[in-house]
């Protein structure tokens, strides 16, 4: 029962364009959303969070949307980079728990 | 000091060897974690600890012991593994569990098994 689904395993877009990586769950716990990004040989590392008392959050070239009726988030980069060539996983929590639930990643490409 | 420190980056052991894997953090977080990951799979929650002492275990097999010394180490104490418990064990901590924090993670452990 996976309760955090990335379907787009892999996304490529091209330098200057809109990257959108998009995440599903369904537990309706879930209060708290966050997005890591992980380079090979690297661990994940914490990108931009969202609680689910809000519906978008924005830090720099980076938003994330949440929609808790579809209980679907997204994550928009603008504009991406070749930098932001990596994996991303989004995860999602409810305080009570004390843990964070993973994606499966999706692998962002983007070309010069 | 904002780093998650793990040690070894890799390690091959035998079914029968006993081997630990360290993780040390000098933020103050008072939570830290281990995940297991296999290749092209999300990070698995392993154990948590909160104020060194073990807040959740999510049915580990007791081939895999963790241990925290005190409020920076966190060590994961391995006997008798399987093939199949070749993974990256990865180490996080965060200021306290239960508070939406993002982790901070360390590198990882590419741990293989033979």
């Known amino acids: 029962d996976q309760q955090v689904k990335q379907n787009s395993p892999s996304l490529s877009v091209q330098e200057g364009r809109i990257s959108i990586l998009n995440c599903d769950y369904t537990?309706?716990?879930?209060?708290?959303f966050l997005w890591y990004k992980k380079y090979p040989a690297e661990g994940p590392t914490f990108l931009i969070s969202?609680?689910?008392?809000?519906d978008k959050n924005e830090d720099g070239r980076f938003t994330v949307f949440l929609n808790k009726s579809a209980k679907h988030l997204s994550l928009h980069i603008v504009p991406s980079q070749p930098g932001d060539s990596a994996v991303y996983f989004c995860?999602?929590?409810?305080?009570?728990?004390?843990?964070?639930?993973f994606g499966d990643g999706t692998t962002l490409t983007v070309k010069p | 000091d904002t780093e998650v420190t793990q040690t070894p980056k890799h390690l091959v052991m035998g079914m029968t060897n006993k081997k630990s894997l360290k993780c040390e953090q000098h933020m103050g977080h008072r939570a830290m974690y281990w995940y297991k990951q296999k290749a092209k799979k999300p990070p698995e929650l392993m154990f948590v600890?909160?104020?060194?002492?073990?807040?959740i275990n999510e049915s580990v097999p007791s081939r895999f012991s963790p241990e925290c010394p005190n409020s920076s180490l966190l060590n994961l104490h391995l006997h008798a593994l399987q093939p199949e418990d070749s993974a990256l064990y990865l180490c996080?901590?965060?200021?306290?569990?239960?508070?939406?924090?993002?982790?901070?993670f360390g590198s990882g452990t590419r741990l293989t098994v033979v």
């Open positions: 995860a999602a929590s409810s305080t009570n728990a004390g843990k964070s639930t």
């Open positions: 969202i609680s689910s008392i809000k």
């Open positions: 537990n309706s716990m879930f209060d708290y």
């Open positions: 996080a901590s965060s200021p306290i569990q239960g508070i939406n924090y993002g982790y901070t």
């Open positions: 600890y909160s104020y060194e002492k073990l807040s």
